[in-house]
């Protein structure tokens, strides 16, 4: 019997959510076994045509070239499956969507007019039809392999919901917005990291990307309730997953001029 056939993509990123798939260490050798590694460019030199039965994609979309090669990826794909904050939100790059992106490659570029780029970064599922999303900045090597393992064992991947502040509670981690007044983007991010930054007194930086329903207006109004301006408050939620929806919006509502200090 054919094992099913597995290739991993890169577009704009970092390539930290691949090299999570790589420090799978022992894991890696099991999976190995169960599937057959046909396109991981980063991993090894064979690639294989397609067609594969899963496609992991890193990476945000920032050219029309990868507008173009994403969609010949999705025609290879069976299931594709979007790695990382870059590739879900846009990540750390789609910041420039509220700025100007040609003043950028002018201030970057010698010469600028060689620079052919969307006005806009992009995750995945503005281009095409995404199957499923993996979290984070990088992903979390648990939850990726307890996603394959699902996948080839053919039941539903348990994907989280809730609040990084349930893994604070779950690992006996102080509260640091209640503690200390650290602003923490906790209540409003979706679990996976193990609750890391609040377990070390830092608040959550969100790399994790919005819960389930989070109500980003009352956390907002929270951190100004701490001292912070709206312009810092515009900046916590304009972060790793700036272009995820609900962080996207409260990046607005607190960078606005017309609302009122506290």
């Known amino acids: 019997m054919a094992r099913p056939r597995l290739a991993v993509y890169k577009f704009s990123s970092c390539d930290g959510c691949q090299l999570s798939l790589l420090d799978c260490e022992d894991e890696l050798l099991a999976l190995a076994g169960a599937v057959e590694i046909a396109y991981f460019l980063e991993a090894s030199r064979q690639a294989l045509p397609g067609p594969y039965d899963v496609v992991l ?9 990868e507008v173009e ?11 594709l499956v979007a790695i990382g904050a870059c590739a879900t939100a846009g990540g750390i790059q789609a910041l420039r969507n509220w700025a ?10 010698p010469t600028p007019g060689y620079i052919r ?52 509670k779950r690992r006996g981690a102080v509260c640091v917005m209640v503690a200390s007044g650290v602003p923490c983007l906790g209540p409003v991010t979706q ?22 329903r989070p109500n980003t207006g009352a956390l907002g109004d929270r951190f100004v309730a ?5 312009d810092e408050v515009a900046r916590a939620f304009r972060g790793i997953n700036a272009y995820a929806l609900p962080f996207a919006a409260a990046g607005d509502r607190f960078a606005r001029s017309d609302i009122e200090e506290g």
Do not use: N, W
């Open 57 to 65: 994609v890193e990476g945000s979309v920032t050219t029309e070239e």
């Open 69 to 79: 090669r994403l969609k010949e990826v999705r025609r290879q794909a069976k299931l």
């Open 100 to 109: 100007d992106a040609d003043a950028f490659r002018r201030a970057v570029y």
């Open 117 to 168: 780029t969307l006005d806009r970064v992009r995750p995945l599922g503005d281009v095409v039809l995404v199957d499923a999303e993996l979290r984070g900045c990088p992903i979390s090597k648990r939850q990726l392999l307890d996603f394959l393992a699902a996948v080839l064992i053919g039941r539903t991947p348990r994907m989280p919901a809730h609040s990084v502040c349930t893994e604070c």
């Open 191 to 212: 679990a996976g990291c193990g609750a890391i930054c609040p377990a070390y007194a830092r608040g959550c930086y969100g790399c994790f990307g919005p819960m389930e």
């Open 226 to 230: 701490l001292g912070q301006s709206r």
